[in-house]
């Protein structure tokens, strides 16, 4: 069973926020291209793709297991965004709006994937 990820609005909002890290992380210093810049936009990217990849499983216990990858994912960009925000390399704003952001990707994902949970 194929579904679409596009209607998903966990989805939508992990896919936006690959664009805010993106964005966010340009500034950080030359130092850091290799290493949590590179971790925070690999973190992030992987919680959409995780979503995709799981989207396009037949089953759902494969679903729900990309759907797993992809909350671990978020909670990692999440800490990593904090991570940046109190080494200076994010603003307090820009830093507080991205976990933010996270946090509420991340409930998202785990109450869809209770809902998968209880389906045969």
Do not use: W
Not at 44 to 70: D, K, P
Request: charged residues 25%.
């Amino acid at each position: 069973m194929s579904r679409d990820h596009r209607k998903l609005r966990m989805f939508t909002l992990a896919d936006r926020l690959v664009v805010d890290i993106y964005r966010a992380t340009n500034g950080f210093p030359p130092g850091e291209r290799f290493g949590l810049q590179a971790q925070i936009t690999r973190a992030a990217v992987s919680a959409a793709c995780n979503i995709v990849e799981g989207s396009a499983r037949r089953s759902t216990s494969e679903y729900v297991n990309f759907l797993n990858i992809a909350s671990g994912s978020a909670a990692e960009a999440r800490y990593l965004a904090d991570l940046s925000c109190r080494l200076g390399f994010l603003g307090t704003i820009d830093g507080q709006k991205l976990s933010d952001e996270y946090t509420e990707l991340a409930a998202g994902l785990e109450a869809l994937i209770r809902s998968l949970s209880h389906k045969p």
